[in-house]
């Protein structure tokens, strides 16, 4: 049985469809149009329909961590971030030992392929360290920082179903990396620089390589030179690259969210929450990585000061993005869907409202606070309930 879903407003890739609806059959999207919808309709009133935001980088939310390797962890993450307009994420590991890396890696591909009830989908995996540069470890455990070998990396794509490894953040510059890199692009993998001292050469070496991503730019890496623009001036500049940027006005002024946006252009700047476990939770101290974490507002820091990571949702990111870089809607929620959808190979069905795409649907109010999640046309989440 079809179903049709009629809003004040429909976000397609690339414009605003006022007065629309959205057709949808076995799941998929079977038609989208203006006016008068085609049959009875769930009318959303002023309600403005986007497509599912796709999170990246996302380590944990709801007091649950990819790290904690159990099916229960993972369910916790995916329904919070159904609630946060999220239908497909990639749960993310840290810098622990090859043993519990595996066992994270090995948990998430269990559950590839297959929703929990009432929650986002999981798209993959994405190995954040531990074959990163100490020197910019950040919150990242330095006892666990190794360089990262193609025995390591061979374990992982046991563990996982094929295409499961969608993304892993290395340091280009250290030895053995760049042969590291071509390797992984030649398995399907995505590369993302990140938690790097890597030069501007350097980088251009590694993109030659295969490397597309930079991980949560400007954070964790080389600080720009004007006559060593490094890491951070290739994100900045360098074709073939897309910057994950966390547009929380914390680990980006509002001003570097919009200079990202202006020079690397709306389609090659990936919105990421680099989610924790207190994601959801209220302000307190909390355990990261096997240590104190205090989370203040939207700020995650060690006691030292330094930044662990973020508790913004994506619809939080979005909304910040329209208002820093000032984005039209279709540009923000682009950067959150297409964009990261393209970054990992699964633009073909996720990612925009097309004809022929999975009908992962949320329906926001003006105030970008998520009233309906949708995943493949199923009402996975209701404001004040799950649905």
């Known amino acids: 049985m079809a179903l049709i879903l009629k809003a004040g407003r429909i976000v397609l890739p690339q414009?605003?469809?006022?007065?629309?609806?959205?057709?949808?059959?076995?799941?998929?999207?079977?038609?989208?149009?203006?006016?008068?919808?085609?049959?009875?309709?769930?009318?959303?009133?002023?309600?403005?329909?986007?497509?599912?935001?796709?999170?990246?980088?996302?380590?944990?939310?709801?007091?649950?961590?990819?790290?904690?390797?159990?099916?229960?962890?993972?369910?916790?993450?995916?329904?919070?971030?159904?609630?946060?307009?999220?239908?497909?994420?990639?749960?993310?590991?840290?810098?622990?030992?090859?043993?519990?890396?595996?066992?994270?890696?090995?948990?998430?591909?269990?559950?590839?392929?297959?929703?929990?009830?009432?929650?986002?989908?999981?798209?993959?995996?994405?190995?954040?360290?531990?074959?990163?540069?100490?020197?910019?470890?950040?919150?990242?455990?330095?006892n666990a920082i190794r360089p990262g070998t193609r025995t390591e990396i061979d374990q992982l794509?046991?563990?996982?179903?094929?295409?499961?490894?969608?993304?892993?953040?290395?340091?280009?510059?250290?030895?053995?990396?760049?042969?590291?890199?071509?390797?992984?692009?030649?398995?399907?993998?995505?590369?993302?620089?990140?938690?790097?001292?890597?030069?501007?050469?350097?980088?251009?070496?590694?993109?030659?390589?295969?490397?597309?991503?930079?991980?949560?730019?400007?954070?964790?890496?080389?600080?720009?030179?004007?006559?060593?623009?490094?890491?951070?001036?290739?994100?900045?500049?360098?074709?073939?690259?897309?910057?994950?940027?966390?547009?929380?006005?914390?680990?980006?002024?509002?001003?570097?969210?919009k200079l990202f946006v202006q020079s690397r252009g709306a389609d090659d700047v990936i919105l990421i929450t680099d989610g924790l476990k207190a994601m959801g939770y209220p302000d307190g101290e909390y355990d990261f990585g096997g240590e104190k974490m205090i989370v203040k507002g939207l700020e995650a820091r060690r006691p030292s000061g330094s930044l662990c990571g973020s508790v913004i949702t994506m619809i939080q990111e979005v909304q910040n993005a329209c208002n820093f870089a000032q984005l039209n809607l279709w540009q923000a929620v682009r950067a959150a869907s297409l964009v990261p959808a393209q970054a990992i190979g699964v633009c073909e069905l996720y990612g925009s409202i097309e004809v022929g795409k999975a009908a992962d649907l949320v329906a926001i109010n003006s105030e970008f606070q998520v009233e309906r999640t949708y995943l493949e046309g199923e009402l996975i989440y209701r404001r004040g309930n799950l649905a």
Do not use: C
């Open 15 to 142: 414009r605003e469809l006022v007065g629309g609806w959205v057709q949808v059959e076995a799941g998929k999207i079977a038609a989208i149009g203006s006016g008068q919808a085609p049959g009875p309709a769930v009318d959303l009133g002023e309600l403005t329909l986007i497509p599912g935001l796709i999170d990246l980088h996302v380590h944990g939310g709801g007091g649950a961590d990819t790290m904690d390797a159990t099916p229960q962890a993972l369910q916790t993450m995916a329904r919070l971030f159904a609630s946060a307009g999220v239908t497909g994420f990639l749960p993310t590991t840290m810098s622990a030992s090859q043993k519990d890396i595996a066992r994270a890696v090995e948990n998430v591909g269990k559950f590839m392929g297959q929703a929990f009830p009432e929650a986002a989908r999981i798209l993959g995996v994405h190995v954040e360290g531990p074959f990163i540069a100490s020197e910019y470890k950040g919150a990242q455990p330095e």
């Open 157 to 257: 794509y046991e563990l996982l179903p094929p295409g499961g490894l969608k993304l892993l953040t290395l340091a280009p510059e250290l030895p053995g990396h760049l042969a590291l890199i071509g390797y992984l692009a030649s398995r399907g993998t995505y590369v993302a620089a990140g938690h790097s001292d890597a030069t501007y050469a350097q980088m251009q070496e590694a993109v030659r390589a295969g490397l597309s991503q930079v991980t949560h730019t400007g954070n964790g890496m080389r600080p720009f030179h004007h006559r060593e623009p490094g890491i951070l001036g290739a994100a900045l500049s360098l074709e073939g690259l897309k910057a994950q940027i966390i547009s929380d006005g914390i680990h980006l002024h509002p001003a570097t969210v």
